[in-house]
Each structure stands twice: as structure tokens, then as C-alpha cells.
């Protein structure tokens, strides 16, 4: 069980500000995931992972992806108080699901 | 409502590490916490900042003051397989809770 969490590289967010908006994402698609799943990747040490798109459109892709499949999902936009236009679409966090429904949809992407 | 991930600035973590270790205090706080705060926290927008700690001893402080006060809170260990020793102590998360109350804890701190 893991859990990827696709953050944006090409906005130059600060490293706090990243850390925030990943944490952001993991939570809502944790709670998107059923008790079972939750329950399961929590049992194994909650493995996260944190990978980078290069812009908006491979990040719609992801969280497009993960939909079709009928993963747990979230993709985050940020209310823009500090660093980024209100509504930029920042991250999308994949699972927790197994690490081979996750990997089918972001196995492709580099290491944030 | 908030929730404050106090993050070591001196562990030399890079970006997506630190990301992923601030999401993961964060969920596990977030857990501690009662039905009443998650639920005014998220209703308020989930609001999180992440702060430094210059060393181990600083988290272990905040921590125990958290602890103190009775937030909830979360401490993170490092499993280790990249970058850090096994068992480096490296996030705590403090909140959901009022503002006044995470700020009591975390306010002398600095934006990671």
C-alpha cells in the first residue's frame, strides 16, 4: 500500500509552502479512501511518496487518471494567500491503494 | 483552527522528504485530534503552516509542550531508508486546534 502525492515544479513554491500543500493532499485522498484501505496502509508504516509534474497539465492528467481508475484522489488548489495566484492547482495526492494501482498512474514521474 | 508541522532545518532533508515527513506528522496528528476539531478545522479550510527547529532538541520541546497542553499532536521518526539514520526524529505536528492555543506553542517560530 502507498500513497503518491504529485506536487508541481514548475512554480516555484517555496519548501514550506510545498510541504504544506502536500500534507493538504495526503489528507483529502486519505479521506476519500475507504476504512479497509485506510486501515491497511496505516498498518504498514503509511508509505508516502512525493513526485513532481511539470506543469498543470500532467497534473490533471494524474488526477484524471486516478478517477478513471476509481482511486482515491485530490487534487488541491491553493487559496492564494502567499507566493501564488488564488486557484492554482498545486498538487494531487494518489491513494493510499496498492503500490501497483498507484505506480500505474504515476511509475512515470520523478522523485520531488 | 489550526495546525502547525514544526519541521529540523538542520537535518539537511531535501524538498520531497520533507514533504513527505510533514504530511505524515500532520495525517497523525490530525488523528489524535477529537470529531469537533477535525470537523471545525476542515469546515475552516484545513488551515497549515510549517515552521524550523534548529535541532533535535527543539522538537523534543515543543512536543512535550503540546503534550503538556494536551493538542493533539504528533511526533515523526524517520524509517530510514534514504538520507537519515533510522529513527531520526524529524516533524511534529501540532493541532488542529485554536489559533491561540498552537500559537502558545509555536509562535516564536520561524517559516520553514
Known sequence: MKQAIVARADLGMGEGKLAAQVAHASLQAYEEAD???????????????VLQA????????????AD????????VRDAGHTQLEPGTATTVAVGPATERA???????????
Chains 1, 2 share one sequence.
Open 35 to 49: 476504512a479497509r484501505a485506510q486501515r491497511e496502509w496505516k498498518g504498514s508504516g503509511q508509505k508516502k511518496i
Open 68 to 75: 478513471v481508475e476509481g482511486l482515491p484522489h485530490a487534487l
Open 54 to 65: 511539470n506543469n498543470e497539465r500532467e497534473l490533471f492528467e494524474i488526477n484524471e487518471s
Open 102 to 112: 498507484v505506480d500505474a498512474i504515476t511509475g512515470e514521474l520523478s522523485l520531488y
